[in-house]
């Protein structure tokens, strides 16, 4: 019998580990793992795991109950200043004896003793012991799972960030790519589907077997980066359309500018070269629907073609421009000239000799001419100059 200096420090030490078996069974009963078994349809190996693990569970908690109940009777007992012996006897009787009276695992008619209550009685000791044994199984099935979980959601979990982060960019990339997103992420949805209904299926000898979901995490990870390439492309090839505008316009302005140019030269100079090409309007519609399209490759001949086209025109505007500056500025270079020669001509006395003067007229009537012919007027510059010269050797 327990004595009555041992009875309280006894009955401290059953309430004490009675607490610690229910902390335990607690954080058990409310994991997140547990919660998520207890509300999805599982099929296969881990359905029928699980339903075990689950009716190991049930009676854990029945064990528990009819346990805890001895243990506050203990904890009464134990806690009385003076027990009384019968008092003591009980509570003996309690912490060794079969005290705990369970539910009996059903016996077949046939082989059930007439005088079977459907009942069983255990000490204290044997609970505790049953109750570890059910707590073992039933977390070491709930951590083979959650194990699986977590090796497998990891590569599912990249894959699944992968397409959220691509899913804003495919709209606009073609049917191929638009078709081959869906896919993966139906597979990615599938492959996570089977996951959380059958997880112990994958797993091999303790270890959890990856690879359906590592391929699936590759294959997105190749999508996502021809995704990806294929918007630097779009982006790409909308700023070269925009670019392609832009230049037009600036193009079809300096046309313009070399057009007013040209007319205001074509009343001073005589024969200016043709005007330049018009301006051509880029397909820019039909770019933009190549794009759209996705259709990279004609988009990127057209837009090289249109380039190159605009480029042409451009130049050409450009030589038009050069080559009206650079006559008008012949007609002034040699306007200068006559004005140099007759200034000589002056120091040499001639300046009154009827043949250069005529030479000079006709010269300065060329060069003053609207429009100018500046061939003639070159020749007969020349023809004065070679006059000049010849008075000049002529001089004593």
């Not at 200043?81 to 008092?87: A, E, I, L, M, T």
């Amino acid at each position: 019998m327990v004595s009555e200096s041992a009875a309280g420090p006894a009955a401290a030490a059953v309430v004490a580990e009675r607490d610690a078996i229910q902390a335990n069974l607690l954080e058990l009963d409310g994991s997140f793992v547990k919660q998520l078994l207890d509300g999805a349809t599982l099929t296969g190996q881990t359905r029928q795991r699980w339903a075990a693990a689950a009716a190991t569970l049930a009676g854990l908690w029945e064990t528990y109950m009819a346990y805890s109940a001895v243990v506050d009777r203990v904890a009464e007992l134990g806690g009385a200043r003076r027990p009384s012996k019968q008092d003591l006897s009980e509570l003996t009787e309690l912490l060794t004896g079969p005290a705990i009276r369970l539910a009996s695992a059903p016996v077949p008619l046939a082989r059930r003793d007439l005088a079977d209550t459907g009942r069983v009685a255990i000490t204290i000791e044997a609970s505790v012991a049953a109750m570890r044994r059910a707590f073992t199984e039933v977390a070491e099935v709930l951590s083979a799972i959650e194990a699986i979980w977590a090796d497998v959601g990891a590569p599912l979990d990249t894959a699944a960030g992968e397409l959220a982060r691509c899913r804003p960019l495919v709209a606009g990339l073609g049917d191929e790519i638009e078709a081959a997103f869906r896919d993966a992420q139906s597979s990615l949805d599938s492959r996570r589907a089977e996951t959380n209904a059958d997880p112990l299926a994958l797993s091999r000898g303790g270890r959890t077997d990856t690879s359906a979901a590592d391929r699936l995490r590759e294959q997105v990870s190749g999508l996502a980066a021809r995704i990806a390439e294929l918007d630097r492309l779009r982006g790409a090839a909308q700023r070269r359309i925009d670019g392609l505008r832009t230049a037009t316009a600036d193009a079809r302005a300096a046309r313009q500018d070399a057009v007013t140019a040209w007319q205001r030269a074509a009343q001073r100079i005589a024969m200016l070269p043709p005007l330049p090409p018009d301006i051509a309007e880029p397909p820019l519609a039909s770019l933009t629907a190549l794009a759209a399209a996705g259709r990279w490759t004609r988009l990127e001949a057209e837009l090289g073609q249109c380039e190159s086209n605009l480029a042409a025109s451009a130049a050409r505007t450009q030589e038009v421009q050069h080559s009206v500056a650079a006559l008008l500025g012949r007609r002034d270079e040699l306007r200068g000239l006559l004005g140099a020669y007759q200034a000589k001509a002056a120091r040499l006395g001639a300046a009154e000799d009827p043949a250069l003067a005529a030479r000079y007229d006709q010269a300065h009537d060329l060069l003053w001419a609207a429009p100018c012919d500046l061939a003639a007027a070159t020749a007969a510059v020349a023809g004065y100059q070679q006059a000049i010269l010849m008075t000049e050797g002529r001089r004593p």
